[in-house]
Each structure stands twice: as C-alpha cells, then as structure tokens.
C-alpha cells in the first residue's frame, strides 16, 4: 500500500493506482461464504443442480465477490502518511455485470477518483473497483468503495 503526503492525495486523483494479483474463486470458499452468511441458493453450493442452468455451473454469490474488495486493494490503495487508521465508509454504487463461475480467477482494478477532507485529520478516499474475471472480456462488477483515512 503506497503512504503519500496528505497534500499529494489528491494528484490521483482520475489515475489509475493499479490491479491486484489473480484469486482463483474455489467451490471451498464459495461454501464458506454461504455457510457465514445462511445464503445456501442451490445456484452456489449444489453442482448438479448448477450445472443444468444457464451457467453451467455454481456461480460466487455477488456479496462474496464484492467482500473482497478490502483484500484485494489494501495493496493498492494510496493512503496518506502517518495514517493511524481506515475504515470502510460503505459505497456510492454497485453494479453486478456478469456472475463469477466457480473456479474463475479474478482480480480488481483500482482507480481513485475523489479525495475529501471530511474534518481535520479525516480524509475520504472514493475509488472506482472493478473486478476482472481472466479470459472474460465484461468485469463482474464495478462499484464505488468509500474508505475513511484517520491521519
């Protein structure tokens, strides 16, 4: 995770900060999620029944995809220096483009978009996410995290 000056924040504003390394979305954490969150819909944890939908297969339910947010940008994500701490703020907007089949791999493309200084010390950083799904030419998503930086 790059530590920029506070005052420099915002020239990346508009850019790019980068993408993160492949995760390959197994059926084991596919499972897991539902498991944590009661969401045991046949089209995430039963193959057989899967595999006769349009899909072909078991798909990642959408808030397991969008839960990795967090992971997969903390090595991306600019943030200013002597940070004592983020949190996440929540997110402006969502959008599911297509369902990630069980054992695609996936990575998320960070860009930042705005910068706001919310009090002294308190910086909130608006970023644009979007998650690649490898060999597949629409992302699953593209969302809008918010992350509040305590300097």
């Known amino acids: 995770m790059p530590y920029v000056p506070v005052a420099e924040l915002k020239n990346y504003v508009g850019k790019e900060l980068g993408r993160s390394e492949w995760l390959t979305i197994d059926q084991e954490r596919i499972n897991l999620f539902a498991e944590a969150t009661g969401d045991f819909q046949f089209i995430h944890v039963d ?3 899967a595999a006769q939908t349009p899909f072909g297969s078991t798909i ?3 808030f397991l995809s969008l839960s990795l947010i967090p992971k997969l940008m903390e090595d991306i994500m600019v ?3 002597d940070l004592k701490m983020v949190v996440n703020y929540g997110l402006d907007s969502v959008r599911f483009i297509q369902p990630v089949k069980v054992d695609s791999r996936v990575r998320l493309k960070v860009d930042l978009t705005e910068v706001t200084e919310k009090k002294p010390g308190q910086w909130l950083l608006k970023a644009t996410a979007t998650l690649e799904i490898e060999g597949q ?4 998503y593209i969302a809008e995290p918010l992350s509040l930086a305590f300097v």
């Open 60 to 62: 990642a339910h959408g």
């Open 47 to 49: 193959p057989v029944k």
């Open 137 to 140: 030419e629409k992302p699953a």
């Open 79 to 81: 943030l200013p220096q």
